[in-house]
């Protein structure tokens, strides 16, 4: 029996990580913590009988509360709340599968009390790597890639020196605007931006793919993951999703991952770990296939994904601010207060007014994002 807990259990990530407990008894929900779905997250606690349940609003835990009188999971709220299930003495894993910064200090708390954390929280290692990483190695901790691509990079090292990495080969679907031109994008609808042409994600990632942000985001936290410079990241966008990612080793070899795209292939992958188990769904079928294409991803159209590489070599606090200027920007655009094009207009004016803190703990990283988010506001939101 393995004991999880689960950050953003009635999100995409969290409710796919369930669908896995469900399909294997082995696995035990120790908790469980969600913004403010109080009616998923009965229905979750019915099922899976935490020992505790985290709302993120005081509001949503008193009606939770209300909901579950009948039954012994203590509900708690925000970030105590949080905080207080990420330590649980019964717990081995963590599964960070909340969005945003909020995601940090409950995953420093969790290495810190020695527990794995299965990451699927970008903004973790985008904004704090340089925290996280050092704190698992001292404690002995390991960092479990979630995200697709990550874990299929991951599997790709599997019995292989990291010394002997020469590239990372850090594929993308480019999206539903893949060959479009920066003028096709003008009129962009909410809806078309949701339409991603491979993948079922929530809104929010959904739109980062669209933008090209969310490839900027998973350079900035493969370079955290597997302790590589920059450059020796390369995006290759791949429309079929066939292959998650790959590397290039010294001697030319390259070993990628191939799968469908399905999230669950990844999150059981890291719950299990070092195992591999049985998993229903269709498989590749390469003569269906019948050929995979490769491409340069436009960065003079989609030039968030140019920003997340500034924004990496800048350094310091500056990954800060370009993802939260992301956070913020899309969901201005998921509002309809902003158009599509304004994303990474957005991203970039708040880069450029940023002073940079070289070297963040991580109330200075809060304090970036909150500072971020207060520009954008007088900015771009006021008379909206």
């Known amino acids: ?35 403010n779905n109080v009616d998923l997250m009965e229905k979750q606690i019915r099922e899976f009988r935490p020992k505790k349940a985290v709302m993120w609003s005081e ?16 509900v708690l709220s925000g970030m105590e709340g949080m905080l207080d299930i990420s330590i649980m003495e019964e717990a081995e894993v963590l599964v960070t599968a909340i969005v945003g910064m909020i995601g940090i200090r409950p995953t420093v708390a969790a290495i810190q009390a020695g527990k794995d954390i299965a990451l699927a929280n970008k903004e973790t290692l985008v904004t704090a790597g ?50 479009r031109k920066k003028e096709d994008l003008v009129n962009i609808t909410l809806e078309d ?3 991603h042409p491979n993948w079922t994600m929530g809104r929010k990632i959904t739109i980062d793919s669209a933008t090209l942000v969310n490839k900027g985001l998973e350079v900035m936290e493969a370079k955290w993951l597997f302790d590589v410079d920059l450059d020796r990241i390369q995006v290759v966008v791949h429309p079929q999703s066939i292959i998650h990612s790959a ?3 010294v001697d030319g070899s390259v070993i990628a991952q191939l799968g469908m795209p399905d999230m669950k292939l990844p999150i059981q992958y890291a719950l299990f770990y070092p195992d591999r188990l049985p998993m229903d769904g269709k498989r590749v079928d390469l003569f269906e296939l019948g050929s995979m294409t490769f491409e340069k991803p436009d960065t003079e159209t989609f030039t968030g994904l140019a920003l997340a590489y500034r924004a990496a070599k800048e350094g310091g606090s500056m990954p800060t601010v370009y993802n939260a200027a992301n956070e913020k920007a899309v969901s201005l655009f998921l509002n309809r207060q902003i158009s599509f094009l304004q994303i990474p207009e957005v991203i970039e004016s708040c880069m450029d007014v940023h002073k940079k803190i070289e070297n963040p703990n991580v109330d200075e990283i809060l304090f970036a994002e909150a500072e971020t988010y207060n520009y954008i506001g007088k900015k771009f939101v006021k008379g909206v």
Not at 11 to 24: D, F, K
Not at 59 to 74: H, P, R
């Open 130 to 179: 340089h925290i996280i990483m050092p704190l698992a190695k001292k404690h002995g901790v390991s960092i479990l890639p979630v995200d697709s691509e990550h874990s299929a990079i991951f599997q790709s090292l599997q019995g292989n020196p990291g010394n002997r990495l020469e590239k990372i080969l850090l594929t993308a679907s480019g999206g539903p605007f893949r060959g």
């Open 193 to 195: 931006a949701l339409k």
């Open 59 to 74: 509001e949503a835990a008193k009606s939770l509360k209300t909901k579950i009188a009948d039954l012994e999971t203590e």
């Open 1 to 35: 029996m393995k004991n999880i807990v689960i950050l953003g259990s009635t999100g995409s990530i969290g409710t796919q990580t369930l669908e896995i407990v469900r399909e294997h008894p082995e696995l035990n929900v120790l908790a469980l913590a969600a913004g």
């Open 247 to 249: 590397v290039q080793y």
